[in-house]
């Protein structure tokens, strides 16, 4: 069965930082490109940030540029997301999918069960 568990959400104070992590198991993901996106009540997923099967090409959402980060680690089947400076309007639902670095929800095939992020003042 294919699975992609997520961790690392929580509480954060505004300005602090958080790193989520999704790692994949029942196949290998070493050759799929990778993604993060989040999704408030009432609205549709968004595209935050995704990652090529390589590593060498990341993309952001203009929203998170120089905010966050997404990285991999195909020797662990991990990818990350380093949040910093953390505001209000990022308080969400966040979810890693895999199958694509496209920021169109449509081509990923997989998704990880979403990890709540909650930003306090």
């Known amino acids: 069965q294919v699975q992609l568990v997520q961790s690392g959400g929580g509480l954060v104070q505004d300005g602090g930082s958080l790193r989520l992590s999704c790692v994949g198991s029942?196949?290998?993901?070493?050759?799929?490109?990778m993604g993060w996106f989040r999704q408030a009540p009432g609205k549709e997923r968004e595209f935050v940030a995704a990652?090529?099967?390589?590593?060498?090409?990341?993309w952001y959402a203009d929203s998170v540029k120089g905010r966050f980060t997404i990285s991999r680690d195909n020797a662990k089947s991990t990818v990350y997301l380093q949040m910093n400076n953390l505001k209000h309007e990022n308080k969400t639902v966040y979810y890693c999918?895999?199958?694509?670095?496209?920021?169109?929800?449509?081509?990923?095939?997989?998704w990880g069960q979403g990890t709540q992020v909650t930003i306090s003042s």
């Open positions: 990652i090529s099967w390589t590593g060498d090409s990341t």
């Open positions: 999918a895999s199958g694509s670095a496209r920021e169109t929800v449509n081509y990923y095939d997989h």
């Open positions: 029942g196949r290998t993901f070493t050759y799929d490109g």
